[in-house]
């Protein structure tokens, strides 16, 4: 079992341009997260997934767009990416339902706007 | 908007030190409050505390929960430098499982 794998681990844009952060899980999980991380912050919640086939806002969804594109992966895409988007980006994962569950995360990517 | 708020921001202690790390939130949907620890890379899950006044406790760890005080502290008693981490704390509030973070207390263990 790999957990939560993401890709790129690293990446330097130029402002204006675009990309797609990928992320896949194989822990049969129905929820996927997508997080940013600055220095000195706790991680903050961009978009989020809660089953396959339905995406939501969460707290900083200016400037993104997501695709569940199936059970296992749920992609981040910057269409024009700005100097204030370099941060750390985390894919998570969980189980869903009633109870509450821990969320699993991956290596992170590490992308630069310059 | 729901905040969770972590103190210290930093501590430095030295081997064999107990420390305490806390962290409080506001909220009126709140499901449990969750402990990550977090080295180089991602986080990594500690304890999940849903109930008040029930330890949850993992080798020299520990966390316990106190609602009526929006509060939950976190334990590390006999500190090894292997314990340098940034602890997170995050809570959970609702539909489709979110966390919302604090901002981590960022812990340094010297030899």
């Known amino acids: 079992n790999a957990g939560v794998t993401q890709t790129p681990k690293f990446q330097v844009l130029k402002t204006g341009q675009s990309m797609t952060l990928q992320c896949a899980q194989d822990?049969?999980?129905?929820?996927m997260y997508w997080y940013r991380q600055d220095p000195g912050m706790g991680l903050r919640l961009i978009y989020y997934s809660a089953s396959e086939g339905t995406t939501d806002k969460g707290e900083v969804p200016n400037g993104y767009n997501v695709s569940r594109l199936n059970k296992r992966e749920f992609s981040l895409r910057l269409e024009s990416a700005a100097p204030s988007q370099t941060s750390v980006y985390f894919c998570?994962?969980?189980?869903?339902?009633?109870?509450?569950?821990?969320?699993?995360f991956g290596p992170g990517t590490r992308l630069t706007v310059t | 908007e729901d905040k969770v708020v972590q103190s210290p921001l930093s501590l430095v202690v030295h081997e064999g030190d107990t420390v305490t790390l806390n962290c409080s939130y506001e909220v009126t949907n709140f499901r449990s409050l969750l402990w990550y620890k977090q080295e180089k890379k991602a986080p990594t899950f500690l304890f999940m505390l849903t109930s008040s006044g029930i330890e949850k406790k993992s080798g020299r760890l520990s966390s316990i929960l106190d609602k009526k005080e929006l509060s939950s502290i976190l334990n590390i008693t006999a500190t090894q430098t292997g314990d340098s981490a940034i602890y997170l704390c995050?809570?959970?509030?609702?539909?489709?499982?979110?966390?919302?973070f604090g901002g981590g207390t960022r812990l340094m263990v010297k030899p």
């Open positions: 998570a994962s969980s189980k869903s339902g009633s109870g509450s569950y821990e969320q699993y």
């Open positions: 822990m049969n999980h129905n929820s």
């Open positions: 995050a809570q959970n509030h609702g539909a489709g499982n979110m966390l919302t």
